[in-house]
């Protein structure tokens, strides 16, 4: 397996992760992505956090974890588990 090309590099999507610790739901989310192998950028945003006031902003939503693909929210843990389990998540993560 030979280094990635410029032209599969742009089709890589960016994967965000606003978090908190000690969140069960974060550490799923977390394994998940792990598990299938993808980038991603895990931002600590504890409640009270600028991190966090970004993560309701661009979402909606106040829990964590939020996730976004390429700057759209698709939710958090319990959303990207029924990603999974329709057979989505595999198309979504390589949407780039």
């Known amino acids: 397996m030979g280094a990635i ?3 599969e590099f742009a ?3 960016k994967i965000e ?3 908190q610790p000690w969140c069960p ?8 992505l792990t598990k299938k192998g993808v980038a991603f ?3 600590d945003a ?4 600028k ?8 979402s909606g939503r106040t829990s964590v974890p939020q996730i976004f693909v390429d700057g ?6 319990d959303e990207l588990a029924a990603l999974e389990r329709a057979g989505k998540l595999d198309a979504l993560l390589a949407a780039g």
């Open 11 to 13: 089709r890589v999507p």
């Open 25 to 32: 739901y974060c550490s799923r989310a977390i394994n998940l």
């Open 46 to 49: 504890p409640s009270g956090t």
């Open 17 to 19: 992760v606003y978090t």
């Open 51 to 58: 991190q966090r006031a970004e993560s309701i902003a661009r």
């Open 5 to 7: 090309t410029p032209k």
């Open 41 to 43: 950028e895990e931002i």
């Open 72 to 77: 759209r929210p698709i939710g958090g843990s």
